[in-house]
């Protein structure tokens, strides 16, 4: 059974940046692909950026694109989400999720595997 656990969430001011982090155990990290979700209150999960099995292509959700990185480090068995430039429409319940496949899905109902997320606040 994978696990994962997300850190790095907090409070910040609108163009502040932050980085998360997801740390894996229990399987083998390379052989997943893995993506960031996020939830506001009163909104339903959605894609935020994602990353294959190889770490060889990565995808954004438009709202993040040109502000938000994604990576992976395989030997650490982490992955990052780099969020840069943040706006008030950021803040959220950030998730990490996992499935093992070599392909990105941006859909929830494709991942096996959900941290129990970090909270993104950012203030104006």
């Known amino acids: 059974q994978v696990q994962l656990v997300e850190s790095g969430g907090g409070s910040v001011q609108a163009g502040g940046f932050l980085t998360l982090s997801c740390a894996a155990s229990?399987?083998?990290?390379?052989?997943?692909?893995k993506a960031w979700f996020r939830q506001a209150p009163g909104k339903e999960r959605e894609f935020v950026s994602g990353?294959?099995?190889?770490?060889?292509?990565?995808f954004y959700a438009d709202s993040v694109k040109g502000r938000f990185t994604i990576s992976r480090d395989n030997a650490k068995n982490t992955m990052y989400l780099r969020a840069n430039n943040l706006k008030p429409e950021d803040t959220a319940v950030y998730y990490c999720?996992?499935?093992?496949?070599?392909?990105?899905?941006?859909?929830?109902?494709?991942?096996?595997?959900w941290g129990q997320g970090t909270q993104v606040t950012v203030s104006s």
């Open positions: 999720a996992a499935r093992p496949s070599r392909v990105v899905s941006g859909s929830r109902s494709d991942y096996n595997y």
């Open positions: 229990g399987g083998t990290f390379g052989t997943y692909a």
């Open positions: 990353i294959s099995w190889g770490g060889y292509s990565t």
